[in-house]
């Protein structure tokens, strides 16, 4: 078993050796990008935990992602990138003299010879180590207080994010190795809290059995897991952790991902606790959401398979006779969005909902969803490369359902059967999808396989 938290030299080795490669082609994009704006340079703030407010606590610390898209240095709050072009790129590490805290020292890593490392322990020898005239640079991150006195050219101008954004949804073979890693510790994890959950754990339980599963704290994961037993399935991004398990355990649906070198998986996967016609509703979903991951490919409109996505579920629901009409009145009417409100899938980069899904082009423009459908976080046509979640759902949510009963949704629905399913909140089975030439590799699937041998 190759999926574990333990270092792995094999791994190391192909990482450092696809690092190199991956930072050219990054340095050799930003580079266009930088004179297409006619920026000299670009700075790049790693960011800082923002200070809660009335407290002296910070948030967890979780660093640009236009800075984790450089560079994996996971904890070198106040540290900053310099880039530019033709020169190597500099990184100016924050490591303050703070007998409180551990700063942090020179990295050695897979990634760290490609740099120009440096360390400065306040802003005054930061702004040392950078050029003295920044009025021509570029700067990304947020605001702090001295940047100012940095004086940069731009504060993350738009044009220049569209630019680096578009580019991103393309991954290097560099940023594939992190992917699928980061799918395997999600594998890894997920068994283990389906583990739990048939033991009868809680909901917080369970996390923490998928935290000791991969590794990692809850602040180093691409986003706080959706646990949900029972009922609360049906919350999209239901955040509670009952630590108290229910009296009876009906369903499990598990979202969660974990984090590779800045890299996320992102990974849903709905349970029955018994064999019963939800958990015949989750195979149909399963069955449903493979067929449209057989259709990915370059060249694919992805706004054409989320509609697809929904003439599939009305199959789904009439098969489970949730629904008394055919496929496209139950599309046409807004059936289906009562059950499936969210988008089919959406770009996966060093950001969960990756940037760029709506960009027309390295220029910007937008690609709207089609309408009706507003959730639809991805609208270009699929490249090689590209990576993709592809997370068909199907929910008895409340209050979509009430206001569906009002109207002439209301017939065309059997309210005895959603009364049957809605203990069980609801279904989603999501996985992480990279284009090839011909068709498309599943991460998550692959790294589930991986895990049984
Ligand atoms: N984990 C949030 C999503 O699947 O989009
Ligand atoms: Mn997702
Ligand atoms: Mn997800």
Redesign the pocket.
Known sequence: MTASFAPDPSLQKSLQSAFAPHLRALCERTSVALAAGGYTGLLVSAGTAPLLFADDRTAPYVPNPHFRAWVPLANAPGSFLWFEPGAKPRLLIHSPDDYWHRSPGIPDSYWSPEFDIHVAADPAAIRALLPSDLSRAAYLGEGFSFLTALGPGAVNPPALLRRLDYARAAKSPYELLCLRQASRLGALAHRAAERAFSQGHSELQIELAFLAACGQREQDLP?NP?IALNGAGAVLHYQHLDPLPPQIHRSLLI???CSFAGYPS???RTFSAHEDDFAALVRAMDAMQQRLCARVRPGLDWRELHLDAHRETAGVLHQAGIVRCGEDEAVASGVTAVFFPHGVGHLLGVT?HDAGGWLRGPEGGQIPPPDGHPNLRLTRVLEENFVV?M?PGLYFIESLLAAARGDARGRRIDWARVEQFAPCGGI?I?DDLAVTVRGCENLTRDAFRELTG
């Open positions: 986003y959706i979202d969660a991902g992102d990974i849903t969960v979640t997370e989603r999501e």
